[in-house]
């Protein structure tokens, strides 16, 4: 694991410095002990949308969940809530446009999942 600094700078970094990211500030941010922490950071996107990251890591455990909307409507979502107990990524899942609940490539490294969540609103907002 690294440190809350690391992890939350290093997500504030990349968005910033993202071409789809037109600002990006933490909503909300709070260390409770080297190993407790929580963030939440949204970012705003080109055409009115926005995009939201939240992680939670609890002594080795991390919750996170990426989503993207728009005038408060979810459009996608990447999570790791523990549901979906079918799918072969359990517990990452991602919710998609049409409301399906899929299998998820990432595997709870924000430092990697970010850039993985980028490229497929890329996708996304490439086809609306």
């Given amino acids: 694991m690294t ?3 690391a992890i939350l700078g290093g997500v504030v970094a990349v968005l910033q410095s993202h071409p789809l990211c037109e600002h ?3 909503v909300e941010a709070k260390e409770f002990s080297a190993d407790q922490f929580f963030f939440k950071i949204r970012a705003e996107l080109r055409h009115g949308y926005q995009f939201q990251v939240r ?3 609890n002594f080795g455990h991390e919750d996170y969940a990426y ?3 728009k005038e408060d409507a979810p459009i996608l979502r990447w999570d790791n809530k523990e549901e979906f107990r079918n799918l072969k990524t359990y517990p990452h899942h991602h919710h998609t ?3 399906n609940v ?3 490539p990432l595997m709870g490294n924000p430092q990697e999942d970010i850039a993985l969540v980028l490229r497929a609103i890329e996708e996304y907002l490439q086809k609306q």
């Fill in 24 to 26: 990006a500030a933490i």
């Fill in 55 to 57: 992680i939670y890591y």
């Fill in 102 to 104: 899929l299998s998820s």
């Fill in 3 to 5: 440190s809350f600094p």
């Fill in 97 to 99: 446009g049409g409301g």
């Fill in 67 to 69: 989503q993207l909307f």
